[in-house]
C-alpha cells in the first residue's frame, strides 16, 4: 500500500524537512556532480550543459491528445483493435472522413493549468505533448497546415499556447512530440497507403520541406523554452533528412534536445515503449511508458497499473540511470481520465518523501540485486532469459547511498560490501532521521531496520558515506 492518511501526514512533514535539507545542501539547484565517466570524458561542455536538466528531472510527463480521443477506440459502433491514436490506420479511414473530426473537436473542458498541476502534484519535471501525431493534425496553430486546432475545429484556442504559460507558471519544461515521417493526412506523408498508395512513390521531401519542418520551425518559434522534440517511428528518414531537423533545431533553439526517434542519433537513447532495460545503461535514455495499454484515450482500455507497480519501475528506471516518461489520454472534452489522475498523484506522494533519492540520482553500483540471467531457460530469440529480482534497489548521490525496499527483510538488510565508510543510516520517511546502526565489514553492511514493515513500500534507507563515488 502506497497511502493510508496516517502516510499522508508523515509525508508532509518529512517532505518539508526533507526539502529544507536538500535547499541547503544544494542538491535541488543541482550542482553538477559526476555522469558515467567514460562518457564524462568525451562529451563536449556543450552537451554537458543541455543535458543538465534531462539527468535532474528524471519523470515526465507525457500528452497523446488529438482527433482520435473523439471515436475513443471504436469507428462505426466497432471496437477497433490497438493503441487509440492509431485508429485511422487500423480502420483504414479515408482522409475525407477522419478530417470529419475536427468539425467536433470542442474540448471546452481543457484546462493547461490543472494538467500541469497534475504533472506538478505527481513530481513530474516536464512535459511533452503530441503537437502533430501520426493522424497529422495539430493541435497548435499552424500557419504551414489548416489541419489545426485553431483553423479547422469550433474550439478556435491554441492548447499549446495555454500549457507553454502555465508550465512557464509552474516552472516545469515544455517540449513537442512531432511525428516528422508519418503524416497519414498528407499524400506525400509516410504511413497512409489506403489513400495514397506506396509509401516508396510518394515525394517525401515535398512533405517535408512544405509540412514538417516549417510545422517544426513553428513549434520552436512560437512558444518559449521548448525542452526536447520527440520525434518517432523514422520511417524514410535518411541522414540528409534528419539532418534537416537537427539544423532547425540548432539554429532556433541551440538547448533543445532531440530525442532518440529522428533517424540520426539524438542527445539521448529511447527505449522501447513500456521496455524497461534489465541492467544500467550509461548513457543518457528515457522510457515512454503507459498507465494502461494506450497512448491516445481508449474508452474501454481500464488495465490501469498500479500506483505500486509505478513506484516500482520509476525507482527500477532511476536506478538503471534512465528517465521515465508516462502518459496520458486526455479525452475529447480534455479531461484527463480519473484512475490515471489517482495513480500519478499516488506516485507523487511518495515522492514528496522520497525525491532526494529520485531528482538528479545516479544509477546503482550494485547490479547484483537487479537479476541475473538464467542458465536454464531460453527467451523466443533463444538467448538466455534475465530473471528480475524485486527486492530492492539503489540510487546515489555524491556522498550518498538510497537503498529502496520492495520486500520487507524483516529486521537486518544486508547490502553488498563497498570500501566507503558508512557514517549514518536513517530512513527518508522518517522526519526525525532517527539513526539505524550499521554493521559494517569487509564482506557485507547489514542495517538494522524494525521488526515491523512499514504501511508504505518502498522504504527507502538513506546512507551517509565517505567519498563521492562508491568503491567496491
Ligand atoms: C510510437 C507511435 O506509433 C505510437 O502511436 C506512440 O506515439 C508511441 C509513443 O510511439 O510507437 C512506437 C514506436 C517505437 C516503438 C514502439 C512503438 N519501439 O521502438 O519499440
Redesign the pocket.
Known sequence: MIETSRQLKMSLSAFMIAFGALLTSGLVLGTPHAWNQSAQSTESTEQAARMKWFREAKFGL?I?WGLYAIPAGEWKGQPIAG?G??IMNRAKIPVKEYEQLAAQFNPVKFNADEWVKLAEDAGMKYIVI?SK??DGFAIYQSRASKYNIVDATPFKRDPLKELAAACAKRNLRLGF?Y?QA?DWHESNGAGNTWDFGPDDQKNFDQYLQEKAEPQVRELLANYGPVCLIWF??PRMMTKERSQRFIDILRTLQPQCLIDG?LGASGDYR????N?IPDTVINEDWEV?ATLNRT??YKKDDNDWKSPEDLTFKLVDIISKGGNYLL?VGPTAEGIIPQPSQDNLRAVGRWLKVNGEAIYGARPTPFGEELGQLSTAETGKDGKPLFKAKMDWRCTTRPGKLFIHLFKWPAAQFELPAIKNKVKKAYLLADPGRKPLSVNQTDSAISISLPQQAPASMPLVVSLEIEGDTVRR
Open positions: 507525457f497523446h493503441i491514436e492509431w503530441t501525431h501520426h512530440y511525428s508519418q518517432d517511428t526517434r529511447s527505449m522501447g515503449d521496455r515512454p497512448w491516445g502518459n
